[in-house]
């Protein structure tokens, strides 16, 4: 199966950006949605956006205005733009791909701190 490759995080001062990209290390036929989640310490797995394949894009409700989610489609790359990071962002943050011919896809995980 096609693996997605995560990278961009890290240790990030309050109030900085960091920006994940998510490249997928093969084609994939079909995407019809793709998005990043988080895992904070301790809490369960959520949505954070996701962009759908005509370009059309949703925000979970604490992240909307502060993070902006594109895509490459020549690329099968996702990226997720962070500004004005809180410490309530930390978590580790997983893209996913829904492909309507083969399923879904996971990335690995990229840790993003965000501390003084």
């Known amino acids: 199966q096609v693996q997605l490759v995560e990278s961009g995080g890290g240790l990030v001062q309050p109030g900085g950006s960091l920006r994940l990209s998510c490249a997928a290390a093969g084609v994939i036929f079909s995407i019809n949605r793709m998005d990043w989640y988080r895992q904070p310490p301790g809490k369960e797995r959520e949505l954070v956006a996701s962009?759908?394949?005509?370009?059309?894009?949703n925000y979970a409700d604490s992240v909307k205005g502060r993070f902006t989610i594109s895509r490459d489609n020549t690329k099968n790359t996702v990226y997720l733009q962070m500004n004005s990071l809180n410490p309530e962002d930390t978590a580790i943050y997983y893209c996913?791909?829904?492909?309507?011919?083969?399923?879904?896809?996971w990335g690995q995980g990229t840790q993003v701190t965000v501390s003084s």
């Open positions: 962009v759908y394949s005509g370009g059309s894009t």
């Open positions: 996913h791909i829904l492909s309507t011919y083969s399923g879904n896809y």
